[in-house]
């Protein structure tokens, strides 16, 4: 027991935290040369690198016919596949990705900066050819090695801003637990693997954070500029980060109060619009208006509501979370309201505006006539969010992985919540944070990788937990007395 404290008191030494980067750096990339450019079996997948081709074609942000409905060239068997699922189908009918995304032609349903920076790398280092998801070829994507290895940089550094995170809102010794425990935390080093927003997205979102606590401690011109960038970036990667953009001046306002710059924090926002401004721009030229908000929103609504009591999902054998979603539906089926919002729609030749207009209506309606089916929808989406094992058929060694990290840190951060309110002003913005993920997860849509960019902050909370059920250290002495 002895030689356990004196281990996690060590690293609390900037010379072990800069070991435990580097180790996770050596994890990541390891990996990431280990797979080459095959592509894991995870969804969304072929369509980001359709789009970084497009990107990198010239094209724009637009996806190609070969990921609507019916890929061509596809073998007889996955083909056999394919045609067992009603929404391939239903994309095949409609000639849209997801009954929305018209292939060839400019889209915002997704928002721009992931797919403009693979695009980016796609255009730099070429094409590769051959990728292979499952059975499926993809003839198109970046050099998904080069891909990965700027993944796992971004992914590397996150341990590095834990540390200066728990170091300033904690202790150093809590600061380099979180970290160690980030070093090999089975979750990120997965997405780091694969081609979606979540990686980037986390990375981002700290960077962010980082730059608020400066901010917090020195309100300099640099560190304001630093979070407006930050944050403008992050809104680009997930548009959905817009509802927490007025809790970053709260969270600033708590600990400050009368010490606040105000001026500074302006420019910070303006800064924020600024980066988003010519996605708006270019929505404007391109679809006709200048939304901010992606066009995805009804699609997404409509999937964790209105379909979950369509014949496709409550016939035929399911297993893990699936299956507790058909329970739900086939007990509460028959006391629906508004049963005639439930199917998509046979759209024809609405713009992906109107789609997505058409299907957010769609969803409210039901919602309306169904107030308390949506309150239960929330409680299985929060079920789906805070679930350790990712999948039911999962090994026993990501079994293992995943009930020995997320499986303990979700309780002990439940504790280290409580236990850190001591110093509630100071550390809101974790929070924040938290409760935003949990929020918005339960409102819209929800699953594992819409929590693991919050993860860092749970991972956060449960070091606190220990090194105070440890009594390793004392909670310092604070720099505002208003904190």
């Known amino acids: 027991m002895k030689r356990l404290r004196l281990f996690i008191l060590s690293l609390g030494n900037a010379r072990t935290i800069g070991i435990i ?15 080459g450019n095959r592509l894991l079996p995870m969804a969304d997948q072929p369509v980001f690198l359709d789009l970084a081709e ?26 056999a596949v394919l045609l067992t699922r009603p929404e391939r189908m239903r994309d095949e009918q409609l000639g849209a990705l997801w009954g929305i995304i018209k292939p060839d032609t400019p889209t915002a349903f997704f928002e721009p900066f992931y797919p403009l920076f693979v695009g980016g790398i796609r255009w730099i280092f070429g094409p590769t050819s051959g990728t292979t998801i499952g059975q499926e070829i993809i003839p ?3 050099k998904i ?88 970036l992050t809104l680009l990667t997930r548009i959905s980060l817009i ?29 924020m619009v600024l980066a988003a401004l010519p996605w708006m721009l270019r929505n ?36 893990g979370v699936s299956a507790v979603y058909q329970k739900f539906a086939l007990a509460n089926y028959e006391g629906l309201n508004a049963k005639e919002l439930l199917p998509f729609p046979n759209f024809t030749t609405e713009s992906e505006i109107e789609r997505d207009r058409i299907l957010n209506q769609r969803v409210m309606g039901f919602i309306r006539a169904n107030p308390w089916v949506f309150v239960k929808l929330c409680v299985l989406r929060l079920y789906q969010l805070f679930r350790v094992q990712p999948s039911a058929h999962a090994g026993p060694l990501v079994i293992l ?38 929020g918005t997860a339960a409102l819209t849509a929800s699953g594992i990788p819409h929590r693991v960019p919050t993860d860092p902050y749970f991972i956060l909370l449960a070091a606190f937990a220990l090194v105070t059920a440890l009594k390793l250290e004392n909670t310092p002495k604070l720099d505002n007395p208003n904190t």
């Open 21 to 35: 980067f580097l180790v996770g750096l050596t994890i990541r990339v390891g990996v990431t040369l280990v797979l």
């Open 140 to 142: 198109f994507g970046p």
């Open 54 to 79: 497009n990107v990198a074609q010239g094209r724009g942000l637009s996806v190609s016919r070969n990921v609507v409905g019916l890929p061509e060239d596809i073998s007889d068997s996955l083909l």
């Open 145 to 232: 090695i080069i891909v990965r290895l700027f993944q796992s940089l971004f992914d590397a550094l996150v341990i590095l801003i834990l540390y200066y995170l728990g170091k300033t809102l904690f202790t150093p010794v809590v600061g380099g637990l979180a970290a160690l425990i980030y070093c090999f935390y089975p979750y990120s080093i997965a997405f780091v693997t694969n081609i979606v927003t979540q990686n980037t997205y986390l990375f981002l979102q700290a960077v962010m954070v980082y730059f608020f606590v400066r901010a917090m401690r020195h309100q300099s011109w640099g560190n304001y500029l630093g979070l407006g960038l930050a944050a403008g």
């Open 401 to 438: 992985a995943s009930w020995g990290t997320f499986g303990w840190i979700f309780p002990a951060a439940f504790v280290g919540l409580i236990l850190s309110f001591n110093a509630w002003r100071k550390r809101s913005v974790i929070y924040a944070l938290v409760l935003y993920t949990v």
């Open 243 to 271: 509802s927490f953009i007025p809790l970053i001046i709260i969270c600033l306002y708590l600990p400050l109060r009368k010490e606040l710059k105000w001026g500074r924090l302006g420019v910070s926002m303006v800064i």
């Open 284 to 319: 404007q030229a391109a679809l006709g208006q200048a939304i901010l908000l992606p066009t995805k929103g009804g699609r997404n609504l409509w999937e964790y509501n209105n379909q979950n009591f369509l014949p496709e999902r409550m016939e035929g054998q399911f297993t």
